[in-house]
């Protein structure tokens, strides 16, 4: 099986504008969940969507958005970008919500840098 | 809320020497422990699991025992290699809940040759 696919890999934007990066799930994983990660803050949690609709989010403003498609491919939007929304944003899937265990299957991540 | 601790990196070693890299938790619920590895330029991979007390998990050489008693994980391995230079995860989900991890703040490795 294809493991999860983010697009693009590499991005450069300017303060002030938008993005939108690109996820793929393991087939039949139905569930997609978004992180953002950088050197002072870790790994953080943004939000998990199933079945095209969020189930799970974490603390962040909402100038982060998502959604997800009827294939299971979900998108995440960022508007207004800051100096500190530069990181790598890491998508990963899972089969279910109730997945025994948690166990998530990440994608190679989509580093953003925001000038 | 449930937390992750993991001791701070980097870890330089010496190839084959043996490596331990700490980690402890505190979860409201009866957790599921992780552990995840990224090589450089790539996303998390897990390395290993358990989903009860005394259980051990173990892949590629590296083990962790599950210990409720001081609600630790620690990572183990005998004798460590170039190639296992990478940041390392510890991480727990609930059983319950979202099943959403959460994650440590990670541990880099440096093996030298």
């Known amino acids: 099986k294809a493991g999860v696919t983010q697009t693009p890999r590499y991005l450069i934007k300017t303060r002030g504008q938008q993005v939108t990066l690109s996820c793929s799930p393991i087939?039949?994983?139905?569930?997609v969940s978004w992180y953002q990660q950088t050197p002072g803050q870790g790994l953080q949690f943004l939000f998990e969507?199933?079945?095209?609709?969020?189930?799970n989010k974490g603390n962040f403003p909402g100038r982060f958005s998502g959604r997800q498609f009827s294939n299971s491919r979900s998108e995440m939007n960022v508007s207004t970008l800051e100096l500190g929304d530069s990181a790598l944003y890491l998508c990963?899937?899972?089969?279910?919500?109730?997945?025994?265990?948690?166990?998530?299957?990440f994608g190679p991540g989509t580093r953003l840098t925001v000038t | 809320g449930d937390s992750v601790t993991q001791m701070e990196g980097p870890v330089t070693l010496s190839e084959e020497a043996f490596l331990t890299i700490n980690c402890t938790y505190t979860?409201?619920?009866?957790?599921?422990l992780f552990w995840y590895v990224q090589y450089p330029g790539e996303g998390l991979q897990l390395l290993l699991k358990?989903?009860?007390?005394?259980d051990k998990g173990s892949n590629k050489g590296f083990e962790a025992t599950y210990r409720k008693e001081t609600t630790s994980f620690h990572l183990e391995k005998g004798s460590v290699q170039v190639s296992d230079s990478a940041v390392y995860f510890c991480?727990?989900?609930?059983?319950?809940?979202?099943?959403?991890?959460?994650f440590g703040r990670g541990t880099s490795l440096i093996v030298h040759p």
């Open positions: 358990a989903t009860k007390a005394d």
């Open positions: 087939s039949g994983h139905r569930s």
């Open positions: 979860a409201t619920g009866y957790p599921s």
């Open positions: 991480a727990l989900s609930v059983a319950g809940g979202s099943y959403i991890p959460t």
């Open positions: 969507y199933f079945s095209e609709t969020q189930r």
């Open positions: 990963a899937s899972r089969e279910g919500l109730g997945a025994p265990s948690g166990v998530q299957y």
